[in-house]
C-alpha cells in the first residue's frame, strides 16, 4: 500500500470520527502536496462521497499563490458620453440603418409573396389538424 493511499485511509478514518476535515488536518494527514490539482479534488470528492465534509481554505480557491494579499478590486468607469467609448464598444450610429443580410428584404418592404403563401399554407395546416383531433376525440 503506497504512502498516498495510507494517508486517505488515515484521513478517511479520522474524517468518520469527527465529521469534517479542513485542508491543513488533510495535509497533515496525508502527502496532499505531491498531489496534483485534480487528484487533490479528485481525493476532497472521494471524501466527501464517504460523507465527509472537507473544509475548503477560502486562500486555496483564489487563482493566485497562498500567503500573496488578494488584488483590490478595480473600479469600473462608465464613459460619459459615446465619443468616450471606444470603438469596438459603441453602439452602431443612429443615423446610418444597420447593415442587411445578402437578400433580406430592405427595412419597411412588403413581404414577399412567397413569404404570404406560407403563411397561409401553415395557417391551413393548423386549422385542419385541429379539426382531425377534434373529430377523433368525438368518434373516440
Do not use: K, Y
Not at 49 to 65: F, S, T, W
Amino acid at each position: 500500500m503506497s504512502d498516498l493511499e495510507a494517508g486517505f485511509d488515515r484521513a478517511l478514518a479520522e474524517g468518520r470520527r469527527r465529521g469534517a476535515l479542513s485542508v491543513a488536518e488533510l495535509a497533515r494527514l496525508m502527502p496532499i502536496d505531491r498531489l496534483g490539482a485534480d487528484e487533490l479534488a479528485a481525493t476532497i470528492a472521494r471524501l466527501e462521497d464517504a460523507g465527509i465534509e472537507v473544509e475548503l481554505d477560502p486562500e486555496l480557491l483564489g487563482a493566485r499563490p497562498p500567503g500573496e494579499p488578494a488584488a483590490p478590486p478595480v473600479a469600473a468607469r462608465l464613459p460619459e458620453s459615446e465619443a468616450e467609448a471606444p470603438a469596438a464598444v459603441r453602439p452602431w450610429p443612429r443615423h446610418a440603418p444597420a447593415p442587411q443580410a445578402v437578400g433580406a428584404p430592405a427595412a419597411g418592404a412588403a413581404p414577399r409573396a412567397s413569404t404570404r403563401w406560407l403563411r397561409w399554407t401553415v395557417l391551413a395546416a393548423f386549422v385542419l389538424a385541429c379539426l382531425f383531433i377534434a373529430l377523433a376525440a368525438r368518434l373516440a
